[in-house]
């Protein structure tokens, strides 16, 4: 198993940018296959991005193409959201996830393929 946490939401201004962590417990963090997900007030969990288990491999939701990356430290056990050009309908809650799958075992895209969620953070983009 393993259990993950998030941080570094916050408040910022359209424009701005954020960094958010997911850390994660337990030695086979590399045998873990990660997502990003959000989710907004009245909307369902949406997916962001995605990064495969050595970190070579990302895709992302077409409205962040550009604008966000994913990236992992798997000696730090962590993945990471860098968010620039953040616009008012990034606000969400942010999700990190673990599936102990190779990146093109079913789909990554699709929050049912992940057994292992974070807490969130909330990130709120104002106009």
């Known amino acids: 198993q393993v259990q993950l946490v998030e941080s570094g939401g916050g408040l910022v201004q359209a424009g701005g940018s954020l960094r958010l962590s997911c850390a994660a417990s337990?030695?086979?963090?590399?045998?873990?296959?990660m997502g990003w997900f959000r989710q907004a007030p009245g909307k369902e969990r949406e997916f962001v991005a995605a990064?495969?288990?050595?970190?070579?491999?990302?895709s992302y939701v077409d409205s962040v193409e550009g604008r966000f990356t994913i990236s992992r430290d798997n000696a730090k056990n962590t993945i990471y959201l860098q968010m620039n050009s953040l616009k008012p309908e990034d606000t969400a809650v942010y999700f990190c996830?673990?599936?102990?799958?190779?990146?093109?075992?079913?789909?990554?895209?699709?929050?049912?393929?992940?057994?292992?969620w974070g807490q969130g953070t909330q990130v709120t983009v104002s106009s």
């Open positions: 996830a673990a599936r102990d799958q190779p990146y093109y075992n079913g789909n990554p895209r699709r929050p049912l393929e992940y057994a292992y």
């Open positions: 337990g030695r086979t963090f590399s045998s873990y296959s």
């Open positions: 990064i495969s288990r050595s970190g070579g491999t990302t």
